[in-house]
């Protein structure tokens, strides 16, 4: 099936420092979106983004919080500066356009960020 | 907010035994409702989706039923394997004007014992 990846699939930094998280979604898909997972906890979603511009985001993604694409390269996700609390595995997903299944995810395999 | 509710978060059956994994789901739209299962270390993969009224979508020998009346979608399968120890995620899509984002139940960890 449709396959998105994730860079890299751990990260360890030091708290404060700033981190990109790399997604590659599936090709053609229009719809993309980062959610959180804590360890035993459910997902979380952070935020959506479509056409060049986040269009929906949850109380989770602070203002350290930020999500690009540019030119239809991978879709980032990054925090600056990092928090412990920011520790977590987080997941990538995208989907179709509206009228073509944009209601049906496709994730990756997350990437696990330990902030010390 | 919509809002997922899996009142089971730990499952453990024998091998062959049926399989029943709740799933109730509060929207002020009319959502479509999905099962993703997720293995240690993997992507969460779709196992079935469902937006129509009492219609069973099936998918490894697994089958939900979308009840609108009672919010419901629960997940089943007749004779649970080896295989199927996972975690598995209720969720529900609604469209908000022209965006939408998936909601995910709190998940019910299913394990399957020989």
């Known amino acids: 099936g449709p396959k998105v990846l994730q860079i890299p699939s751990h990260q360890i930094i030091d708290m404060g420092q700033m981190v990109t998280l790399n997604c590659d979604p599936v090709?053609?898909?229009?719809?993309f979106y980062w959610y959180k997972q804590i360890l035993g906890q459910q997902m979380e979603f952070l935020v959506n983004?479509?056409?060049?511009?986040?269009?929906?985001k949850s109380k989770l993604f602070k203002d350290q919080f930020s999500v690009e694409r540019p030119d239809g390269s991978y879709f980032t996700l990054k925090i600056q500066p990092t928090a412990l609390e920011d520790s977590a595995v987080y997941f990538c997903?995208?989907?179709?356009?509206?009228?073509?299944?944009?209601?049906?995810?496709?994730f990756g395999s997350g990437t696990r960020l330990t902030v010390l | 907010g919509d809002s997922v509710t899996q009142t089971e978060g730990l499952v453990t059956l024998t091998e062959g035994l049926p399989v029943m994994l709740n799933c109730t789901y509060q929207s002020t739209y009319s959502p479509f409702l999905f099962w993703y299962v997720q293995h240690l270390n993997e992507a969460p993969k779709l196992l079935l989706k469902?937006?129509?009224?009492?219609k069973r979508p099936e998918h490894q020998g697994f089958h939900a039923t979308l009840h609108k009346s009672s919010s419901s979608f629960h997940l089943q399968k007749s004779s649970a394997q080896l295989s199927d120890s996972a975690l598995y995620y209720c969720a529900s899509f609604a469209y908000n004007t022209n965006t939408g984002k998936l909601t995910f139940g709190d998940g019910t960890v299913l394990t399957v014992k020989p």
């Open positions: 997903a995208s989907s179709p356009g509206q009228g073509l299944g944009a209601e049906t995810l496709y």
């Open positions: 469902s937006f129509t009224d009492n």
């Open positions: 983004f479509y056409n060049g511009k986040v269009m929906e």
């Open positions: 090709s053609n898909h229009l719809y």
